[in-house]
């Protein structure tokens, strides 16, 4: 996987943008265009806001304070977090993909492995 940047086309509020990203970072700015324009039309539909800007500034305020109450009810957190969860996601899904599916007969109960087929124990959430 690449890190080289790339231009990403997102779209918010009837208005297109090109941002450079790192090619696994695509998904999640797309998301986050997604969430922001969304939090913008809500806004707008409101009415009490007037002017993009105005709008943009409301939102990115609703959006930080959220992140706020969300790093308070969780003060434990590791900022580093997300990215990690996602690596551990893309190896336990690489995992089983590689692994062929055990040929278990219908009657014999499923027995416990001898060893863990996933060993995260050295991982940090």
Wanted: charged share 30%; with cysteine.
């Amino acid at each position: 996987m690449s890190d080289e940047p790339l231009q990403v086309s997102i779209k918010i509020l009837e208005k297109e943008y090109r941002i450079a990203c790192a090619q696994h970072e695509q998904e999640d700015l797309k998301a986050s265009a997604r969430l922001l324009d969304h939090r913008m039309r809500e806004i707008r539909q409101n009415g009490r806001v007037i002017g993009t800007d105005r709008i943009a500034v409301m939102a990115a305020l609703n959006i930080a304070h959220d992140l706020i109450q969300l790093q308070r009810a969780q003060p434990g957190l590791d900022p580093d977090a997300g990215r990690r969860l996602r690596e551990l996601q893309e190896r336990i899904s690489m995992a089983l993909a590689n692994e062929p599916p055990a040929e278990q007969p219908a009657e014999t109960p499923l027995a416990e492995p001898a060893e863990p087929l996933l060993d995260a124990s050295n991982e940090r959430v």
